[in-house]
């Protein structure tokens, strides 16, 4: 296995197909479409990378203990820290998530982003 992972900004497999949780749905009706590129979950891998892709609508987003790098490869989005202020991401914006964050991720314009998460 090699220790160097280029990340695929256009993949040709099919994407796991997905909706937010009914829970986490503010507005819309978001589809998400992910292209998991470098995670073995049986070899307890902790860092997940790849491409995911959200239509327009707007979610909780509760990070948990979870960090994640986003890189915007296209799309607008605004995310809102609860008792915070908005902040809108375009392509070639990068931004961190911290584990404890909450906020309302709102895609405004069909979003492609490249994520690194650490479990």
């Known amino acids: 296995m ?3 992972k280029t990340i695929d900004t256009a993949p ?10 009914p829970d986490r749905l503010i507005a819309g009706s978001p589809a998400f479409k992910t292209w998991a590129q470098d995670a073995d ?12 892709e959200a239509t327009p609508g707007e ?17 607008i989005v605004e995310i809102t820290p609860d008792a915070g202020e ?15 964050f909450t906020g309302v991720w709102k895609t405004i314009e069909t979003v492609r982003k490249i994520y690194v998460i650490i479990d």
Do not use: Q
């Open 41 to 52: 979950a049986a070899k307890g891998d902790t860092v997940r990378t790849g491409v995911w």
């Open 12 to 21: 040709a497999f099919a994407p796991r197909e997905s909706t937010p949780m």
């Open 2 to 4: 090699s220790l160097l």
């Open 86 to 100: 908005p902040v809108v991401y375009r392509a070639g914006d990068s931004f961190v998530m911290k584990p404890g």
């Open 59 to 75: 979610t909780r987003s509760i990070k948990g203990e979870t960090f994640e790098f986003c890189h915007i490869l296209s799309g």
